[in-house]
């Protein structure tokens, strides 16, 4: 993007400084490339921090770091650093090469799209389907299906992971916002880290949750035992925090709503293994014999007659975790979005079964629903 570019770009000779693109008429090296001097309202600001607050620029500061470390921006014809604090009259040089070209190839593959415009795509991603392409994962990804639906991603991602703003994990299904440009892109990331964005999952674990609602928070990291997983850690690791709610009570089994205030590998799921209740169809995390599993369950409960396993919930087809509902501002219009993904067919059939059976146990439907709401 070009400064000129963007309705909301500062103009030559506005506050932000004395700005200019390339001309047009001469092909370029570089995505972008602009000069200006510095103004003495800008004065002692850091120049990583002053070249982000541009917004003609439209650069993270990340992205402006990275810039500088490669030598892409000057002052005064000299590279410099991120800590630089300018001063009145340098000439900042800023140049922004074009991104890599997509290691990823484009796939015909089929994806339910919700919502789509201009600078976004909201879609409901399938249980199975890894996000981007990694080791042991190089084709049939979520990326592969966009770069065949789209011409164009945002390249902030990279190579491998253009667009993505967020992921989910391979075995979770849900809706998911994909960025089609820079601007986009750097507006929903900020939304998703300030947790002005919300995201809602709904799982459905074994056994009757004890409280209507909590706090889990722990850390989480790599399981010593088993690389594959993860798992709470005493020390070490990554600090995660899972915020959840009570919805339904079945007795043997509860419908439970999420909300992450980070995002972990496999958070939602290590920490309902971490409180005694594993999400129902988990292959990794879930109890090895469900039905044993759920014998012990019912003894702590009390319950007198030992009802059959139910038949929709045994054919989960994988985790009954799914990310159900996800609200943002659109990142050019401002406006409030919110959005909904169906829950996948056989996570619906083991709910529908469990409220035909009705609750089981003193406790299945002795506490009524808490009407609060989790924190964003």
């Known amino acids: 993007m070009t400064p000129t570019d963007d309705p909301d770009a500062a103009g030559p000779g506005d506050a932000t400084g004395q700005g200019g693109a390339a001309d047009p008429g001469e092909a370029s090296d570089w995505q972008t490339e602009v000069e200006f001097e510095i103004e003495s309202v800008h004065a002692g600001q850091r120049l990583d921090a002053f070249l982000a607050s541009r917004r003609d620029l439209g650069l993270s500061r ?124 750097q507006s929903l990331s900020e939304q998703i880290k300030t947790r002005t964005a919300q995201r809602r999952y709904l799982c459905l674990v074994h056994g009757d949750v004890a409280a209507e609602e909590g706090t889990v928070e722990t850390r989480i990291g790599r399981d010593p035992e088993n690389r594959k997983k993860m798992a709470v850690l005493p020390e070490g690791g990554r600090d995660a925090v899972t915020h959840y709610r009570v919805l339904e009570r079945f007795g043997d089994f509860t419908l439970v709503e999420c909300a992450l205030r980070t995002g972990r590998t496999h958070q939602i799921r290590v920490h309902m293994v971490h409180i005694g209740h594993p999400v129902a169809g988990d292959p990794v995390y879930g109890p090895r014999r469900p039905r044993r599993f759920r014998r012990e369950m019912a003894k702590v409960m009390a319950v007198e007659r030992e009802e059959p396993y139910p038949e929709d919930v045994a054919a989960l087809e994988g985790q009954a975790l799914h990310a159900y509902r996800l609200a943002f501002r659109h990142p050019v219009t401002g406006e409030a979005m919110e959005f909904y993904a169906p829950l996948p067919p056989d996570m619906e059939r083991a709910i529908g079964e469990l409220r035909t059976r009705g609750p089981l146990g003193p406790t299945g439907a002795a506490r009524p629903r808490t009407a609060t709401s989790l924190p964003p």
Not at 118 to 130: A, W
Not at 150 to 156: F, K, V
């Open 62 to 185: 990340s992205h402006v770091q990275k810039l500088i470390s490669q030598g892409l921006v000057t002052v005064d014809g000299e590279a410099s650093k991120a800590s630089h604090r300018v001063e009145p009259g340098e000439a900042v040089r800023v140049q922004v090469p074009f991104p890599e070209p997509l290691a990823a190839e484009p796939e015909d593959i089929p994806i339910d799209v919700v919502y789509e415009d201009e600078h976004l795509i909201v879609l409901n991603k399938p249980r199975g389907m890894v996000v981007h392409p990694a080791a042991g994962h190089p084709r049939g990804t979520l990326v592969n299906a966009l770069l065949a639906h789209c011409d164009h991603l945002s390249g902030i991602g990279g190579v491998c992971r253009p667009g993505i703003v967020h992921r989910l994990d391979r075995d979770t299904s849900g809706v998911m916002v994909v960025a089609k440009s820079d601007r986009a892109h």
